[in-house]
């Protein structure tokens, strides 16, 4: 079975979340099961965390390679691509995206003839490759080469969906008629990913509790009429984390490596953090981390309400890592310099530290108000730090009071008592090492849903 892959991001070469994540792993562990996997991103200026060597190929096209013989093709075009950020900087998005994503999603489906490369399945991932099944089924359409091709499209976060100004359409060279309610028109704007969930064979989101929640109202950012209607084609797949990438026995951005049967030494690992953010150090203080883009979506909004009376009345300590809104930013310098010995406002996006931090706290924390899947709770488990989460999405799909610590309902009060029986938790030594324990039990592998992705692959084929 031959497979490619388009995504705007793939660790190693680019990341800002999840999605690059799994665009980097998920072709690993089908390669281990004998599918033929090739990808394509933009090259974009920033290459955080690239440690895979760059090989020119054509005059806009770098080649790379990720796992035994997966080739990655970086669509060069300096003039969209060579910035600073993917999707945009400091004042917003890039006011050209709309180009820049038609550009790299043409670019793909052509360079597919040129390297002769014709895959069964054309798997897409988010707003960013959606035109493809739209060029495939409409442009490319005539053209022998495409007729076969299989898409599926893999939704990892419905509030991201390309939305522009239907003065942009006519950039996207599609017939006009294209342009209407049952097409890529949105309230008179242009939706790039409702096209393509209208024409992609396929459809699947990053969790099975999302796929169920983006069909209602509350929680199909305007596209849930749209998904209703392709309910039968659509499903949830459990994202699955890296475990080698991901492994705090062999993790060398850490203080000092463990394992479930050494997990005192996640305790260096707290001690040696607790020095490099500047907080006291002291080991009976529960330390909660926090590794996320600081957005609305993740429950910034519960931390801004609470967060100074949590820190006024309880013994707790938090390092906050992130970047994203300003008046987050804001808040959190503010409260690290009221409370320095005990909140850590670290605004930057850091590998390295995002490591430090899922091992050396003692309660990961992630109340997203929804969360497709989530990669920050299954990292924390893994380093055997149990999460502390709204139930929504894929955080319902995979943390319980078994695991970790829930809370279900989206408000302040429901959260900060959730905290505090943390904190309570976190006081007897012996049944909070008998959660670290059942935290390190978890699998969130990519073993089973690779499975799964090969099973939706077959019967896109069937
Ligand atoms: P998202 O909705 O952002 O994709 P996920 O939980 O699925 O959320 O994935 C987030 C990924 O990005 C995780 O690998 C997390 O460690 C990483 N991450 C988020 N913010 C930062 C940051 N500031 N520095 C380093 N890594 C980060």
Partial sequence: MKVFMCASEIVPFAKTGGLADVAGALPLVLEKHGVEVRLAMPRYKI????????????????????????QVYLIKNDKYFDRD???????????????????????????????????????????????????????????????????????????????????????????????????????HKVNILK?????????????????????????GCGLEGVLHKRKKDLSGILNGLDYELWDPQKDTYIYKPYSASTSIDKYVNKKMLQEECRLSVQEDIPLFGMVSRLSHQKGLDLIAQSMEDLLRHCKMQIIVLGVGDAKYHNLLFELAQKYPANLSAQIKFDEALAHKIYAGAD???????????????????????????????????????????????????????????????????????ELVKKAFSYNFSWKKSAGEYIKLYQKLLN
């Avoid at 054509?58 to 990720?66: E, G, T």
């Avoid at 894929?394 to 302040?412: I, M, P, R, W």
């Fill in 195 to 219: 096209g393509g969930v209208i024409f992609s064979d396929l459809l699947n989101t990053v969790s099975p509790t999302y796929a169920g929640e983006i069909k209602t109202q509350e929680s």
């Fill in 363 to 433: 309660i990961f924390l992630m109340p997203s108000r929804f969360e497709p899947c989530g990669l920050g709770q299954m990292i924390a488990l893994r380093y055997g730090t149990p999460p502390l989460v709204f139930k929504t999405g894929g955080l319902a799909d995979t943390v319980s009071k078994e695991n970790g610590f829930v809370f279900k309902k989206y408000t302040k009060e429901a959260f900060v008592k959730t905290v505090e029986s943390a904190i309570a938790a976190y006081r007897s030594k012996r049944k909070w090492m």
């Fill in 85 to 187: 950020g993917l999707y945009g900087d400091k004042a917003g998005d890039y006011t050209d995206n709309l180009e820049r994503f038609s550009f790299y999603c043409r670019r793909s489906l052509d360079l597919l003839k040129e390297i002769n490369f014709k895959p069964d399945i054309l798997h897409c991932h988010d707003w960013q490759t959606a035109l493809i099944p739209v060029y495939l089924k409409t442009l490319y359409q005539k053209d022998d080469f495409y007729k076969d091709i299989k898409t599926l499209l893999t939704i990892h976060n419905l509030s991201f969906q390309g939305v522009f100004n239907k003065d942009e359409f006519p950039k996207l060279g599609l017939d006009r008629q294209l342009f209407n309610i049952d097409g890529l028109e949105f309230y």
């Fill in 47 to 70: 290459a955080a965390g690239h440690r895979s060597e760059v090989l020119g190929f054509s005059s806009d096209i770098d080649l790379a390679a990720l796992g035994k013989n997966i």
